[in-house]
């Protein structure tokens, strides 16, 4: 595995666990700001997490010399792809009581996680046998 690749899914973990900690760390304020329901955030932040701990897990083993399964890389592409439509669905939801910060923040999220997953699609993804 190339370092863009390595890099793309360090980056994919990092950004996700910085989201997810924040998030949730910040969750009644957050909710406040964005005009969200305090549950919507704290799902939010927890799915931030969760994609963080899969695509970790495949950094750390790349960082290790492990290249990950297609399988593996497979699932995070469409776990990415996946949440990508959820936040932008959110945003359609959402549009009429959220805030400009909680329609931008959902939006924005949808569009950087749907960037790495063709990203990962085009650098991670290992070529069929």
């Known amino acids: 595995m190339d370092r863009r690749a390595r890099l793309v899914l360090c980056v994919d973990a990092g950004a996700g ?5 924040l998030l949730l760390v910040l969750r009644a304020w957050v909710a406040d700001l964005y005009g969200l329901p305090l549950a919507l955030v704290e799902v939010v932040g927890a799915a931030n997490l969760a994609f963080a701990s899969g695509s970790g897990t495949l950094a750390v083993g790349a960082a290790r010399g ?3 399964s297609r399988a593996a890389v497979a699932a995070l592409i469409t776990a990415n792809a996946t949440w990508a439509a959820v936040c932008l669905g959110l945003v359609a939801l959402t549009w009429p009581s959220a805030t400009v910060f909680g ?3 959902l939006a924005l999220e949808g569009l950087f996680v749907g ?3 063709a990203l990962e699609a085009r650098l991670v993804l290992p070529p069929r046998p």
Request: charged content about 5%; hydrophobic content about 55%; proline content about 7%.
């Open 17 to 21: 666990a910085t989201v997810g900690l």
């Open 115 to 117: 960037g790495l997953a």
């Open 103 to 105: 329609v931008a923040h």
């Open 66 to 68: 492990r290249a990950p």
